[in-house]
């Protein structure tokens, strides 16, 4: 059931070091050394943070009822690892430290899965105004390093828009982010879409990050409820709910970002465009509802409203045809810190063989567009 199977005693970082000696035969990169005067910035644009108080709401709901949520469970697996939360905890020196080691010189701040929406529903608002001002004040301490996007429980549709809402204008945050599904819920269901609606009117791209699926027996007794299977399949239903449940043509400026070179589904394109009669406008979908016509191919949503960050898929050809296909402006460096941390991984971006140009987009100029990022 562990994504990780140790962090306890020995330490995360040495772990995946010694396992790393193992994956050279794979496509992990070779070794290399990172660039220290790159002809751009390396913006990392998936990283991971949390807070004490957060990490004991989860484990105390999980201890007492929350059990059935597999995403609940997986923070309470997080905060057993000791030298992960030190890493997740730290908005300081540590992750500073490591973000000079591995030359990155800007983080976007991601409050980690599974987030504030597994907390008992009356207090997810609450720990979302409270990281939201913590991410805030460590973009204060360090404005050139720091950015981050706002967290928010969707549950709490009113609250929601309000927290956002605070969180673009008062905090100067740069978008918000979702650790997929809300116990079995997405937002391509109709209640939430005022959240959408507020995300298009203060231009804030939500980025939707994996997390265990609802009820994940069938992907735990497996092991690969995780980065193997369960998370990005999460994102999948998040990210095609939202194009067939017709948002993207209700909130036409709507922008989301999903990361793992987009979960696979770039790969797809083709075939949900002949596939998509299938869902478009078929009726019975949707209990009594009408049925939802879509304006567009699905392949133009992702060539309109969706960006990918290369979180985790430090991959040539991958990254080469996300660019391709999906155009050079939609795809975002980003490391996944603390998950997935390697200067060999850095170093292998610098050796990636695209142009000037495209490099410079890749890892800094599309970020800083996608979030307003100060320049
Ligand atoms: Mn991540």
């Not at 999903?258 to 949707?286: K, S, T, V």
């Not at 699905?298 to 985790?312: A, C, K, L």
């Not at 695209?354 to 800083?368: R, V």
Request: charged letters at 20%; hydrophobic letters at 40%.
């Amino acid at each position: 059931m562990p994504l990780l199977p140790d962090g306890s005693e020995k330490g995360l970082r040495s772990h995946m070091e010694e396992r790393g000696v193992r994956r050279r035969n794979g496509l992990a990169p070779a070794a290399g050394e990172v660039l220290r005067n790159a002809p751009y910035k390396r913006i990392a644009t998936e990283e991971a943070w949390t807070f004490p108080e957060l990490v004991k709401a989860q484990v105390a709901f999980f201890e007492h009822g929350g059990r059935a949520d597999a995403s609940l469970g997986m923070a309470g697996m997080f905060a057993a690892m000791p030298r992960l939360q030190d890493m997740l905890q730290d908005l300081g020196e540590l992750r500073l430290a490591h973000m000079d080691e591995y030359g990155i010189d800007r983080q976007l701040l991601l409050l980690t899965a599974p987030g504030v929406q597994v907390l008992p529903e009356r207090e997810g608002t609450a720990f979302a105004r409270m990281a939201n001002d913590l991410a805030a004040e460590a973009c204060g301490r360090h404005p050139d390093r720091f950015s981050a996007l706002a967290a928010f429980d969707p549950r709490d549709v009113a609250g929601s828009v309000k927290e956002i809402e605070r969180a673009m204008s008062t905090l100067g945050l740069n978008g918000a982010v979702l650790n997929s599904h809300f116990q079995g819920h997405y937002l391509d269901e109709q209640a939430y879409w005022p959240i959408l609606e507020c995300l298009e009117a203060m231009d804030a791209a939500l980025y939707i990050h994996p997390t265990a699926p609802f009820n994940a027996p069938h992907y735990q007794y497996r092991g690969f409820y995780g980065a193997l299977g369960g998370f990005p399949h999460d994102v999948w239903v998040h990210t095609m709910g939202l194009i067939f449940s017709g948002a993207f043509d209700r909130f036409p400026k709507l922008r989301l970002v999903i990361g793992h070179l987009g979960e696979c589904l770039p790969l797809h394109l083709y075939r949900f465009d002949w596939m998509q009669n299938n869902a478009d406008g078929a009726p019975g979908l949707r209990g009594q509802a009408e049925p939802v016509v879509l304006k567009e191919t699905v392949s133009s949503y992702f060539r309109n409203n969706i960006w990918v960050t290369t979180s985790g898929v430090g991959y040539e050809p991958a990254i080469r045809f996300c660019m391709e296909q999906l155009g050079p402006e939609r795809v975002l460096y980003a490391m996944d810190y603390p998950y997935q941390q390697s200067s060999d991984e850095v170093a292998a971006y610098d050796r990636m063989d695209f142009s000037p140009e495209h490099k410079l987009m890749l890892m800094q100029g599309n970020a800083e567009r996608v979030f307003n990022l100060p320049r």
